[in-house]
């Protein structure tokens, strides 16, 4: 779950809304491989290498409309940030980068091969590369590892990362290497390591997909001497091909060569550029200006461009012809609350269902190039995801007989009246309340629209049960991205009721036993096809449930300045893969 | 006169207490009027992993369960004393002066602001130069020469000027001169003075102009009505009188009247700025106090928010003092004992 | 004794020349104050044309009202999505979608039409900008007269009352109110309460700018001889504040109220800029003027409108303020 | 009224003693009329008169007679465009009315001077009253400042103000009402002007420091031997003070003698009126003040007739006489002028019979 910390950034007041950082596919399934291609044209950078070089140097200038939630591998939870990250730290593995579904693969990365794995897939040991070092010319050891997952532990110190370690992870009441009685700070007896090159991992429970964890910045290693808390973002130590050179927080920072890092070492980085800045809180629209107008190479968040330099762009075949326009591992759906009457039938729900304009959906976020039109909760890029429409309707217009009747059968012939919900700062989201106002409004459904604060959304509104329920939250807009692209990173955290708390939820309203069984069955299935398949019958049974409405999977209209070389969307990340671009001047 | 500044010094002191405590209040005592629990105010700054108790262990540490006098008592040591935060995992010392600390980019306030202070304050300054430079020449030229097409046409482009929203004049601005003739820097490329004074002057140029005119149009405006009143006075008569030529009797004796008015306004306005010109430096992506508030608003965090409105009010009372204390250098009549 | 010039407002040098106070009847044709304002104000056809457009416009807003609210008869909200290209979601044709039908054009995305929300959201701009305006002047002149005219201890108290409100970064203070007060406050529905809290804070937050002017008007009121007369006769504080002062403090409240109103609209668009304005769908000038501030890159067309209603409104109150000042003020002309 | 009339009372009230042929002052028919919404005010409008070196003349008359308005013709303080002059004022033989403003304006402080009513209001209260005496000085001198200062404290000794090189610094908030119109004659005077206008110099002040000033005046016009017009509206000021006095009503003058006839011997009306709203110090206190009944008139509307018809207890005494006909501005005694309907015998038998006896 690449949660809503993913999607939080918000540029202030009226300035844009930036959409999102997102994982997962690129345009479909079409994958060209490794072959590399100078001819633009939209979607050059799809599947394929655009303007493939190995040519070294120049400096590689990005923006970023918000700011990191941290620099800290420990703490960090954005799709750009863990896509960035590989350039100054090593995980265990990593996305590899390649075009299309090939950079959805994991490959070793500080470790010298995939996890193996005990036969009750409770332990998983890696063996560490030789010959890697920190920026100060420290050889990496296991050990380094080990502290930095424990020190990720830690959510009151880091607070924005994700919580798979303190979830799977035998911690025995481990909380935090701070708190630790040991004075080194590896306490923890989940994690093992025999040697400085073995690191072994102990599991609460099976699982058989470690490796993506195993994937997680947390795996970084971080030096316990140059451990500073909270103030380590401030100057993280390199592992990777760059390290920080400055950095002022909240406004800029720029990377240049570390001496250190070894390419001998590293058989997936490039590393082009001799030099990365970074420019913090740019506002969107001029960040998009800036890409057209060849002042800037990347806008590091990777969630597209804003609806004006969108209209811009689409409206220009010159510049068009240097775009892309990439599905991702995003889904833009509204929460339909069963704790507030009379959603609490399933039949007023499926109303709904039926009532919705998707199309208008759609247009919330930018037509067709905002994103393709969703029936079920799986985007398609995620492997196994199957077609399911539960509630058809023409053109995906609505079906208002259909709706009427799923009305009566509720008992509210002539329609009800709930409240919608949205993140104030979420223009989209606004439209989107808006269109189910028009579109439910049909069929007699009269909704009142509410805004609450995007930072506080799950922790105190939407994401809080007693609250929704308070406040009559029939409907409460929402989006979920994958924190990497299969069934687990996608549907777990929005499906599963049984880890709904009392606050910041991410699973608003799909509260179903059926629903739960089908996860614990995919959870459990060894083989992966059957797996896929499982995740999809748990996207067929929440469907079923109709407790959520799928708007719309998310695309993301990418401008590719020309001074970029080696540029290629990676289904890892739905973005442009950082670690591959170089520049041509 | 030095009694006078001694006592304005000390009233401006207690005036601030005032309203750190109001502000204080009405940031961590309406939203529990308005139903919040302190477990609702704390979660925001716990991780994911934690459960009732561990929020309502944050919402002691961070004190929200003591009394609002307590925790104002605190928040004011602080800022003479520095201060400790207990983040749970360690104890962040924030030195004095220390304007809070944030929880969710889990920093101090106060390097903060003194980081963003440099730009509102490149901001509010050039602006202010131009806007009494051409508010006030206009306003006289204006007043003197009543009614004629000068008048007229530059009273009606003051009037259009506070007549517009700055965030529609500033995009115009940006559209027209930054995007369609590409003259000037587009809208977040700030520089910092003492790194590239050219660049600096670059990126605040429309910032400035847009700023200035809105401006400039409430003090042509109030130059002129002052100006023609002035220049109905006794005194001017008597200048006249004397024998006078025109030009002494307005700069010397009629400007010299305006000037006190101008100075109130001026004050009260440079200090509204420099606590952050929240629309201007929205709608350029100026990283400034008024940027930084608007941010933290979003983001609900309340230590900056918090931060950020005291500085404001400081710069407010201190023009106010500043305007004070110039008047009598200004105003003879003005005694102070 | 007064300027000559001053003679040239059509009433003889005023003099207070007790030996040759008059019995009789005036020679000349007495005009009260208010008489001699309305005939100057007539005369300025600048402040008479604004004066009508404000008229106009209030009607507008009434009406506007309830077509909206109370009949239904018109729906700002609906959707014209055929007009809207569904690639670029901007609205078909030129000129933002302006045709015979939609002669403002329509929004992009969804389509409403432009005339019919700029003629929705008058009432609530233009409510804002009265009633927060009425409740600082309301205050603002309470306040300042108590201050005046009593003077010692309660006027220090109300001026530093009032330099205590002075202080507060008012606009910051708005939007971080207006997020923490929970949106079902006051008991209104629909927009009401948001609409009650707008005008709130905007009101609330500035009485003290004409707290301060009334409060000096009533100082130096205070010691001209008729109040010095009214009071030597024995008249209790009420009397002399609301049959003696007030009357007096007309002129400059309704001068400033009319200057206010139109900086309260603008106040109203600022905070919806910053995304704490009226919540959805319904519109006022300042949430359009605000979102079209995003799409003016490629439909430019949709600020116009909403800026011209702005603009125009602030225009005419800012003119008519003006008139009504030199119409009241006999040294403003 | 005719010219040749304001002619022969130019020559004979007050005769030039050094240029037998022309006074130092002369104002021929002067009219200064301001359009208005209304129409136009004709706040002076037919004003004939002339003044001598070492003369002091004094100018009686409510509110709205015109007698301010005349000053600041003379002094050319009306704002141009505002005010439409006509007639000629002559100073020393040059007409100001044609003159430049330049060359106005070059005369003004030099050659002619004024003090004004309020002495508070007319000082620019954010200089020192030092400052302001150089200014006048070195507008028409070209010394440097320590000079003019010098002679500012001079000039402040001479008007009585005690320690004057220090309260030169003074600003004119911190001098007392008296003081600070002794400053403003001061500045008035320090330039050594052949003409002083004072307008209402006393009014604003105490009744004890009225005295003093007026002392003042007469002195200082003695040692500079400069020609005074003196503005009021009280007779009791200028009865000591003036050689002639001027009454005007209604923008024009109604009566014109020596000060002693204009006290012993007062032939119009509105004289008497004024006479009788006087309050006398060496009279009884026990009879009442004589106020004029009614209001000046409206300088737009001026009534027909006799402008002061209105008002006047004896308008009927000639038929409709004074509703009808202008009266003529005629001499009824060597150098003693009025313009009133009324015969030498009515106006003898009324002030016997009816005022005299009241005063």
């Given at each position: 779950m690449r949660k809503q910390r993913t999607v939080t950034m918000v540029a202030a007041g009226a300035a844009a809304v930036m959409a999102l950082s997102a994982c997962g596919g690129g345009g479909g399934s079409n994958n060209n491989s490794n072959g590399g291609t100078t001819a633009t044209g939209p979607n050059a950078a799809i599947g394929k290498v655009f303007n493939p070089s190995d040519k070294k140097g120049g400096t590689l200038r990005m923006a970023n409309a918000g700011d990191w939630d941290s620099l800290d591998p420990g703490d960090t939870y954005y799709a750009y940030s863990w896509n960035f990250i590989r350039l100054y730290g090593r995980s265990l593995m990593m996305f590899k980068p390649a075009p299309g579904q090939e950079g959805a693969k994991l490959t070793p990365d500080l470790a010298e091969a995939k996890g193996e794995p005990s036969a009750d897939l409770k332990t998983w040991t890696y063996k560490i590369r030789k010959g890697v070092k920190f920026e100060d010319g420290t050889v990496v050891t296991s050990k380094d590892v080990k502290y930095a997952v424990s020190r990720s532990l830690d959510k009151d110190t880091f607070p924005n990362g994700p919580t798979y370690f303190n979830e799977f992870l035998d911690l025995q009441g481990y909380t935090s290497p701070y708190k630790d009685s040991d004075p080194n700070g590896?306490?923890?007896?989940?994690?093992?390591?025999?040697?400085?090159?073995t690191i072994v991992f102990k599991l609460s429970k099976p699982f058989a997909d470690f490796d993506y964890f195993a994937g997680m910045p947390s795996t970084i290693p971080v030096p316990k001497a140059k451990d500073t808390g909270t103030k380590y973002k401030e100057k993280v130590i390199s592992t990777g091909p760059y390290r920080f050179e400055t950095n002022e927080l909240g406004k800029s920072f720029t990377l240049v060569r570390n001496e250190h890092w070894d390419p001998a070492t590293d058989p997936n980085r490039k590393a082009l550029p001799d030099k990365i800045t970074m420019a913090l809180n740019v506002n969107a629209d001029d960040i998009d200006n800036r890409l057209i107008s060849g002042d800037l190479d990347v806008d590091v968040v990777g969630s597209g461009v804003q609806p004006a330099a969108q209209a811009k762009i689409l409206a220009d075949q010159a510049l068009k012809a240097n775009s892309d326009n990439p599905l991702a591992a995003r889904l833009w759906y509204t929460n339909i609350n069963g704790d507030v009457a009379p959603l609490n039938n399933i039949e007023c729900r499926k109303a709904i269902q039926y009532a919705a304009d998707k199309t208008g959906y759609q247009r919330a976020y930018g037509g067709a190039t905002g994103g393709e039109i969703a029936t079920s909760l799986l985007p398609p890029v995620i492997p196994g995801s199957e077609k399911i429409d539960l509630y058809p309707s023409k053109d995906n217009a609505g079906d208002v007989e259909k709706a009427k009747q799923a009305l009566a059968a509720c008992g509210q012939p002539n329609g009800f009246e709930t409240n919608i919900a949205y993140r104030a700062e979420r223009t989209k989201e606004k439209a989107v309340a808006e269109s189910l106002q028009q579109s439910l409004g049909r069929v007699g459904i009269k909704l009142n629209i509410k805004s609450y604060p995007t930072a506080d959304y799950a922790k105190l509104y939407a994401g809080k049960p007693d609250f929704a329920k308070s406040n009559n939250l029939g409907l409460m807009v929402f989006g979920w991205a994958a924190d990497w692209p299969n069934g687990f990173g996608f549907l777990k955290e929005i499906t599963d009721s049984r880890t709904i708390k009392p606050a910041g939820n991410t699973n608003f309203s799909i509260k179903d036993p059926k629903v739960d069984a089908a996860i614990d069955k995919a959870m459990t299935e060894k083989d992966e096809a059957a797996r896929q398949k499982a995740w999809s019958d748990v996207d067929r049974a929440a469907m079923e449930t109709a407790y959520a409405l799928p708007g719309v999977i998310a695309k993301g209209l990418y401008y590719r300045p020309?001074?970029?070389?080696n540029v290629f969307i990676t289904d890892g990340f739905s973005e442009y893969d950082y670690t591959a671009l170089g520049v041509q001047n | 006169m030095f009694a006078y500044i001694i006592r304005r010094l000390i009233g401006a002191v207690i005036l601030l207490f005032v309203v750190s405590m109001v502000t204080f209040a009405i940031f961590f005592l309406v939203p529990r009027i308005a139903g919040a629990t302190v477990e609702d105010m704390a979660s925001r700054y716990v991780g994911k992993t934690a459960d009732e108790a561990a929020i309502h262990s944050m919402a002691e540490r961070l004190g929200f369960t003591d009394p609002l006098y307590e925790q104002y008592g605190r928040f004011v040591a602080g800022i003479f004393a520095g201060a400790d935060y207990d983040t749970g995992a360690e104890v962040v010392h924030c030195p004095a002066p220390c304007f809070g600390y944030s929880f969710i980019t889990r920093n101090p306030v106060w390097p903060d602001l003194v980081d963003r202070m440099g730009v509102t304050i490149s901001l509010a300054l050039g602006a202010a130069v131009i806007w009494l430079a051409f508010g006030v020449g206009t306003g006289v030229v204006s007043a003197l020469r009543r009614g004629t097409f000068f008048d007229r046409a530059s009273m009606g482009i003051a009037l259009a000027g506070v007549s517009l929203p700055i965030f529609f004049t500033g995009l115009l601005s940006l559209t027209i001169f930054s995007y369609g003739l590409g003259w000037t820097a587009p809208g977040g490329s700030y520089t910092d003075f003492a790194e590239d004074p050219l660049q600096w002057a670059g990126a605040l140029i429309l910032p400035w102009i847009t700023l200035a005119f809105l401006n400039a149009a409430g003090y042509a405006r109030l130059t002129r009505a002052t100006m023609l009143e002035t220049m109905n006075e006794d005194f001017i008569r008597t200048a006249r009188a004397k024998g006078l030529n025109e030009r002494t009797v307005v700069v010397k004796h009629g400007l010299r009247s305006v000037l006190t008015p101008i100075l109130t306004i001026f004050g009260l306005d440079l200090g509204i700025l420099l606590g952050g010109a929240v629309l201007t430096e929205s709608t350029y992506s100026l990283p400034g106090l008024g940027k930084y508030a608007v941010d933290a608003i979003v983001s609900n965090d309340l230590p900056k928010v918090l931060g950020v409105t005291l500085v404001g009010a400081t710069f407010i009372i201190i023009a106010n003092l500043v305007v004070d204390l110039l008047y009598a250098v200004v105003d003879p009549r003005v005694r102070y004992s | 004794m007064t300027a000559p010039l001053e003679v040239s407002s059509g009433s003889s040098e005023a003099q207070p020349e007790a030996a040759l106070q008059g019995m009789g009847k005036k020679a000349i044709q007495g005009r009260s104050l208010g008489q001699i304002a309305w005939m100057r104000l007539k005369r300025d056809k600048v402040a008479m044309v604004s004066g009508i457009l404000i008229v106009v416009m209030i009607i507008a807003a009434v009406v506007a009202l309830l077509l909206d609210?109370?009949?239904?008869?018109?729906?700002?909200?609906?959707?014209?999505?055929?007009?809207?290209?569904?690639?670029?979601?901007i609205p078909r044709g030129a000129m933002g979608g302006i045709s015979l039908e939609h002669p403002f054009g329509v929004e992009p995305i969804n389509g409403r039409d432009i005339l019919t929300r700029i003629f929705a959201g008058s009432w609530i701009s233009l409510l804002i900008g009265f009633a927060a305006t009425l409740l600082s002047v309301l205050i603002g002149t309470v306040m300042g007269v108590i201050a005046g005219y009593f003077r010692g201890w309660v006027d220090t108290f109300i001026s530093r009352l009032m330099d205590v409100f002075l202080a507060f970064p008012l606009l910051l203070f708005a939007i971080a109110l207006v997020g923490v007060v929970p949106d079902n406050a006051f008991g209104f529905g629909r927009d009401g309460s948001r609409i009650f809290m707008l005008i709130f804070i905007i009101g609330f937050f500035s009485w003290p700018y004409i707290g301060r002017i009334i409060r000096a008007q009533t100082l130096s009121l205070r010691e001209r001889e008729f109040i010095d007369a009214s009071r030597s006769l024995g008249a209790r504080a009420p009397h002399v504040l609301f049959k003696e002062l007030l009357p007096n403090l007309v002129a400059p409240i309704l001068v400033y109220s009319t200057l206010l109103i139109p900086t309260n609209i603008l106040f109203e668009a600022a905070l919806s800029f910053l995304g704490v304005g009226i919540q959805p769908p319904s519109a006022t000038w300042g949430t359009m003027l605000s979102e079209a501030s995003r799409w003016y890159q490629v439909d430019a067309w949709y600020m116009v409108f909403p800026g011209l209603a702005i603009f125009i409104t602030v225009l005419a109150f800012n003119l008519f303020g003006d008139g009504l000042r030199d119409a009241l003020d006999p040294r403003a002309r | 009224m005719t010219d040749s009339k304001e002619d022969l009372l130019a020559g004979d009230a007050a005769r030039p003693s050094n240029r037998p042929d022309e006074a130092f002052l002369q104002v021929r028919d002067l009219k200064v009329h301001f359009p208005t919404d209304d129409g136009i005010v004709k706040s002076v409008d037919g004003l004939t008169f002339s003044l001598d070196r070492g003369k002091t003349l004094g100018i009686v008359g409510e509110s709205g007679s015109g007698k301010s308005v005349t000053s600041l013709s003379i002094m050319g303080l009306h704002k141009q465009g505002t005010a439409n002059i006509s007639g000629q004022i002559l100073l020393d033989g040059q007409d100001l009315v044609t003159s430049t403003p330049e060359q106005v304006r070059e005369l003004r402080g030099k050659r002619m001077a004024m003090i004004f009513q309020d002495p508070l209001t007319a000082m620019h209260p954010y200089y020192t009253i030092g400052a302001q005496i150089v200014e006048a000085y070195r507008v028409h001198h070209k010394v440097s400042k320590a000079v003019a200062k010098k002679h500012a404290v001079e000039m402040l000794d001479r008007v009585g103000i005690p320690q004057p090189d220090k309260r030169?610094?003074?600003?004119?908030?911190?001098?007392?009402g008296g003081m600070r119109q002794r400053a403003m004659i001061a500045m008035a005077l320090s330039c050594d002007p052949e003409l002083l206008i004072a307008d209402?110099?006393?009014?604003?002040?105490d009744v004890t420091v009225q005295a003093q000033i007026l002392d003042l005046i007469v002195d200082l016009q003695k040692d500079f031997n400069s020609a005074v017009i003196i503005i009021t509206h009280d007779l009791g000021v200028v009865a000591e003070l003036a050689d002639d006095i001027m009454v005007m009503y209604a923008g024009r003058s109604v009566e014109y003698g020596n000060s002693h006839e204009i006290f012993t011997a007062p032939q119009h009306p509105y004289t008497w009126g004024l006479l009788g709203s006087m309050p006398r110090l060496d009279r009884e206190r026990s009879e009442r003040l004589l106020p004029i009944k009614g209001t000046p008139p409206s300088l737009i509307n001026v009534p027909e007739g006799c402008p002061f018809n209105p008002r006047c207890a004896f308008a009927g005494l000639n038929g409709d006489l004074s509703t009808t006909e202008r009266p003529e501005f005629r001499e009824v005694s060597p150098g003693h002028h009025i313009a009133c309907h009324l015969s030498g015998e009515q106006r003898q038998h009324l002030w016997d019979t009816e005022i005299k006896p009241k005063l």
């Open positions: 590896l306490g923890l007896k989940a994690i093992e390591t025999p040697d400085d090159n020309k001074n970029l070389t | - | 609210r109370v009949f239904g008869v018109i729906d700002p909200n609906a959707f014209n999505q055929d007009l809207i290209d569904p690639d670029l979601q | 030169v610094d003074d600003y004119p908030h911190q001098f007392s209402e110099p006393t009014t604003a002040l």
